[in-house]
């Protein structure tokens, strides 16, 4: 399966963004799916994620009450609407997926066999 993370872009404080996960050659039905993030240099940090059956959601603490994580079967994408944006949330966001992650490993990036190249996202005044 192949993802394509977009939606990054410039935006100032306390503004919004859109992050979409679009998956080609499989369906993301029955995939867990998650958003890590990045600074140049440092780890990839977990997000957020929603588990195979969009049962089970998990929010990194910094994004709780911000960020949420959404799927669209029909669409086959899962979406990550971004408010109130810091400039701490800046990075270059990264979706990934995995069919076998159970969900107290949701937050490991090593759990997630599909990656996508990474969308930046900017957050400046």
């Known amino acids: 399966v192949q993802l394509q993370a977009s939606g990054g872009g410039l935006v100032q404080p306390g503004g919004s963004l859109t992050l979409s996960c679009v998956a080609s050659?499989?369906?993301?039905?029955?995939?867990?799916v998650a958003w890590f993030r990045q600074i140049p240099g440092m780890d990839r940090n977990f997000v957020a994620a929603i588990d195979r059956n969009s049962a089970g959601i998990r929010y990194t603490d910094s994004v709780k009450g911000r960020f949420t994580i959404s799927r669209d079967n029909a669409r086959n994408t899962v979406a990550l609407q971004m408010n109130n944006l810091r400039p701490e949330d800046a990075a270059v966001y990264y979706c990934?997926?995995?069919?076998?992650?159970?969900?107290?490993?949701?937050?490991?990036?090593?759990?997630?066999?599909?990656w996508g190249l990474g969308t930046l996202v900017t957050v400046s005044s």
């Open positions: 050659g499989r369906t993301l039905r029955g995939l867990a």
């Open positions: 990934a997926a995995g069919p076998s992650v159970i969900t107290s490993n949701l937050q490991s990036p090593s759990a997630y066999a599909y």
